[in-house]
Nanobody, 124 residues
Framework: QVQLVESGGGLVQAGGSLRLSCAASGRTFSRYPMGWFRQAPGKEREFVAAISWHGSNTYADSVKGRFTISRDNAKNTIYLQMNSLKPEDTSVYYC??????????????????WGQGTQVTVSS
């Protein structure tokens, strides 16, 4: 059974930092794309960052320069380092994984597995 488990969310003041982790089990995703998405109340799920199996990455314009996605294939884990957080970054953050392909993917409909989400709240 495939599981993606996010951790590292919490409450932080504006300007602060958090590091999210997403640990996969039940399958090795080291050779496939993975990504981070977020969803605020009343809004659609939106793309945040994605990474290919070999480490190339892309970001939403709203987080570019502040967030960094990375992966440790040996640990079957991806990370999202979030710096200079803003109140508008408040959301539930989800990690996602594909079970095919090589390059990063920004469309949530193309992902095969999802985590349960972790809440990030940024106070002003």
């Amino acid at each position: 059974q495939v599981q993606l488990v996010e951790s590292g969310g919490g409450l932080v003041q504006a300007g602060g930092s958090l590091r999210l982790s997403c640990a996969a089990s039940g399958r090795t995703f080291s050779r496939y794309p993975m990504g981070w998405f977020r969803q605020a109340p009343g809004k659609e799920r939106e793309f945040v960052a994605a990474i290919s199996w070999h480490g190339s990455n892309t970001y939403a314009d709203s987080v570019k320069g502040r967030f960094t996605i990375s992966r440790d294939n040996a640990k079957n884990t991806i990370y999202l380092q979030m710096n200079s957080l803003k109140p508008e970054d408040t959301s539930v953050y989800y990690c996602a994984a594909k079970d095919s392909g090589y390059y990063y993917v920004t469309d949530p409909n193309e992902y095969d597995y999802w985590g349960q989400g972790t809440q990030v709240t940024v106070s002003s």
